[in-house]
């Protein structure tokens, strides 16, 4: 089965976040990967496009009921009518996530995979403590530098 990877970010994005959203879709449909994301603008909007260009598949999950919210770019819109909550259903669905940016949202998803033991990539956004988790035994989140990057962490560790 190919492998499942989320990518979260805020749902609004200067022009260098969506180039890196747009390039860290294209690495993932290159590899075969199914992306599935939160479905609206920005950092979402962005990794579907990349995804689509390079001829893959994104799943967004829409916070409302109206699957015509979602961006253009999603090969399936599923309209969850579950607002924030679906970001539980995202990390659920996926074997690993990539973070592009950091906003509350894209916080929240971070903490549930890491919480759900899932890969997590932090490609810019905020610092967070991954050294405390190590020492625990767990597993938190790898910061990386680059698309390129972030993809090969999540696909090596999913």
Do not use: F
Request: charged share 15%; proline share 6%.
């Amino acid at each position: 089965m190919r492998p499942c990877i989320a990518v979260a970010g805020p749902g609004q994005a200067g022009p260098e976040l969506a180039a890196q959203a747009r390039q860290v879709g294209v690495l993932l449909a290159r590899r075969g990967a199914l992306v599935v994301c939160g479905g609206l603008g920005g950092v979402m909007e962005a990794c579907a496009e990349g995804v689509r260009a390079a001829d893959g598949t994104v799943v967004g999950l829409l916070p409302g009921r109206d699957r015509d919210a979602g961006n253009r770019h999603l090969s399936v819109a599923v309209a969850t009518g579950l607002g924030e909550l679906r970001n539980g259903v995202l990390v659920n669905t996926c074997d690993a996530l990539i973070a592009v940016g950091g906003s509350w949202g894209t916080l929240s998803e971070i903490a549930l995979a890491v919480r759900a033991g899932k890969p997590v990539a932090l490609l810019g956004g905020w610092p967070l403590p991954s050294g405390e988790l190590a020492a625990r035994g767990g597993r938190g989140p790898i910061e990386v530098a680059t698309p390129a990057e972030a993809v090969e962490a999540v696909l090596s560790a999913a």
